[in-house]
């Protein structure tokens, strides 16, 4: 049996259930510090979901405590979402500072500037680079948005859409690329894993994505050897939150209160049976 066939027979789903639940299970015994440079509307969620998942958050920006703090934390999380020039030197000097560290690219088509900031975070090697798929498009074509159908933070296209994109552009960057929708789809260029946890109603909280890649920084914190196991593993559990969280809730504002409290409860009988994760052909 050759490497590739060996690998899909040890992870079937019993293999992820028994991953994720470890994973989880280590944030919480370890608490893992994340450095969250990301943007003011996500920082509430952002920090409530590393909080519930047994995280430690620090919404950290300034470009002068970077020496002294940055160096500390177990994981770096850098999110443009509302970049402006005075942030973009902190989050270079986060990236850089020899941290596992991941990047949320929101809405990189909206300007010049913002793809043009994308472009130069992803050159110092995040980890693991998660976005909706018209962002993962627009990075992987290195292109502004043009079409009459862009929704700025939001995706106007299907998760599958960018899968080609987004091997393109995990080969091209040495980073793990992650592309979440209905369907999430995690993949290094090579391999790729599915995840098909969540719910639609998720698309309408505000910041769900900057959530999930939060949490994906906690679990590379814990795995940064394996980011594509680790950022898999970490949407799977926000996206069961999410599900159990909704058979709870009437719309968006109690799903949110649901997901984060079912992310602290979640026990190792539900992460294990309720995981849907699968490496592709
Ligand atoms: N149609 C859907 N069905 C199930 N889960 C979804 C769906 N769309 C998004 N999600 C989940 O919602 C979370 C945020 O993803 P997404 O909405 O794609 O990001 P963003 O907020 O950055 O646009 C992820 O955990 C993703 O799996
Ligand atoms: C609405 C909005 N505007 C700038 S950042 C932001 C939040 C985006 O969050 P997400 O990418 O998780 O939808
Ligand atoms: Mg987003």
């Known amino acids: 049996m050759d490497d590739a066939a060996t690998a899909k027979k040890e992870r079937d789903p019993a293999w992820w259930g028994r991953r994720a639940w470890s994973l989880l299970s280590a944030v919480?015994?370890?608490a893992p510090l994340v450095q969250c440079i990301t943007n003011l509307v996500s920082m509430d969620i952002a920090a409530n979901a590393l909080l519930a998942a047994g995280a430690s958050p620090a919404m950290v920006h300034s470009l002068r405590e970077v020496p002294d703090f940055t160096p500390r934390c177990d994981a770096v999380y850098v999110n443009v979402g509302t970049l402006s020039e005075d942030w973009l030197p902190s989050m270079r000097a986060a990236a850089s500072a020899g941290r596992p560290w991941v990047l949320d690219p929101v809405a990189a088509a909206a300007?010049?500037?913002?793809?043009?900031?994308?472009?130069?975070?992803?050159a110092l090697r995040p980890a693991v680079v998660r976005g909706n798929a018209s962002e993962i498009l627009a990075l992987a074509n290195r292109s502004v948005a043009a079409s009459s159908n862009f929704k700025g933070?939001?995706?106007s296209h299907e998760?599958?859409?960018a899968l080609e994109?987004?091997?393109?552009?995990?080969?091209?960057?040495?980073s793990v690329v992650a592309v979440s929708g209905a369907v999430d789809f995690i993949t290094n260029g090579e391999q790729v894993v599915g995840v098909s946890n969540g719910?639609?109603?998720m698309q309408k909280i505000t910041a769900t994505g900057c959530a999930v890649t939060a949490l994906i920084a906690a679990f590379v914190a814990i795995?940064?050897?394996?980011?594509?196991v680790a950022a898999a593993c970490a949407l799977a559990i926000f996206g069961l939150a999410g599900e159990i969280g909704m058979e709870s809730s009437k719309g968006p504002a109690s799903l949110r209160m649901h997901l984060i409290d079912t992310l602290y409860c979640l026990d190792e009988e539900t992460v294990t049976s309720r995981v849907k994760l699968s490496l592709r052909p």
């Open 28 to 30: 919480r015994a370890r």
């Open 199 to 201: 719910v639609p109603m």
């Open 111 to 122: 300007s010049g500037f913002r793809m043009e900031a994308c472009l130069e975070l992803l």
């Open 223 to 228: 795995e940064p050897s394996d980011a594509l």
């Open 153 to 155: 933070a939001d995706s």
């Open 165 to 174: 994109a987004a091997k393109a552009l995990a080969l091209s960057t040495g």
């Open 159 to 161: 998760s599958v859409d």
